[in-house]
């Protein structure tokens, strides 16, 4: 992770947050789901931030960071692993596209197809998070017309022509 201009290691981020690798557990890290969460975007966010702390999921829950999603794949590897041992147990697990950039699918679908995130047990969601006033007042985009070219055409592209993007059209299998 960089952090003032430095990258600074996994230790040095767990002791600036004043944690240690015993503390990560689902209640500490407050990021289970429950009822009131749903609907509720600020409240799903507050939970998507583990102990309230953006760097965890910086460093954890992102496909696209510093080390190009590499923690966030390999827990994903252990989790499908236990759904296929269980055999009759299926997930489907959300990732986001925001449309900021028509690059977006294609890094995704790279981060999937390098770290081969696919099982039988998984299918993958897409959500695209509301967020087109804070993207158009931070200059983003230039206007809604954008971000739906930013999401939609590169699916188009890779739909009519898969070699223009082979990664997303792979990752698209695993997609509902």
Known sequence: ???????ITLREVFAMLNLT????????????????TFHRFDKFNTKYNPIGESRLREI???????????YFA????????????????????????YGRS????????SWAVKHNMYSNNVRWL?????????????????????????IFFPLFEATINPQSHPDLHKFLTQVI
């Open 21 to 36: 690798p015993y503390d990560l557990s689902v209640d500490r890290l407050d990021v289970h789901a429950d009822r009131n």
């Open 74 to 97: 390999e827990m994903m590897k252990e989790v499908m692993a236990d759904l296929e041992e269980s055999k009759y147990q299926n997930a489907e697990y959300r990732l986001s596209i």
């Open 126 to 150: 897409i959500q695209i998070p509301r967020l087109y006033d804070v993207y158009r007042s931070k200059n983003l985009v230039k206007n809604f017309q954008e971000m739906l070219e930013n």
């Open 102 to 109: 028509k690059e977006e699918w294609d890094t995704l679908a």
């Open 60 to 70: 954890f829950l992102k496909t696209d960071n510093h080390i190009n999603g590499r």
């Open 1 to 7: 992770m960089i952090h003032e201009g430095r990258e």
